[in-house]
């Protein structure tokens, strides 16, 4: 799984122009990794949300204590953690200065 981060940025939003390109380099990416017969699922996540602490309490908002957020994930096919880590090579959020935390996926029977 590769999990995509990002600051939050004050950054003015995107124009429609720009939103377009954006998507068209992700859609080029993930097509990449598909096209390898590699790529499993993918989805973008939102804004809203809530966290639930072990004693019970419920805070707004899917914020963790640093300035990064979580945009989004995809699961892919891979060897090992190193044929994950190819394949994250060109992933568009490294192009806006983000990361990609690349990490296993327990299978539990």
């Known amino acids: 799984m590769m999990i995509f981060r990002n600051e939050q940025s004050n950054q003015p939003k995107p124009s ?21 017969g590699k790529f499993v699922s993918t989805n973008a996540l939102g804004y809203e949300g809530q966290t639930v602490n072990a004693n019970g309490v419920v805070s707004d ?16 096919k891979a060897e090992d953690l190193s044929g994950a880590v190819q ?5 568009p959020t490294l192009l806006m200065g983000g990361k990609v935390e690349v990490r296993d996926v327990m299978v539990i029977n």
Do not use: H
Not at 17 to 32: K, P, T, V
């Open 61 to 76: 908002g899917p914020y963790a204590e640093v300035k990064e957020i979580v945009g989004g994930y995809i699961i892919v």
């Open 16 to 36: 429609p122009e720009q939103m377009q390109a954006m998507i068209q380099q992700w859609q080029d990416w993930i097509g990449g990794i598909a096209a390898q």
């Open 87 to 91: 394949l994250s090579e060109g992933c």
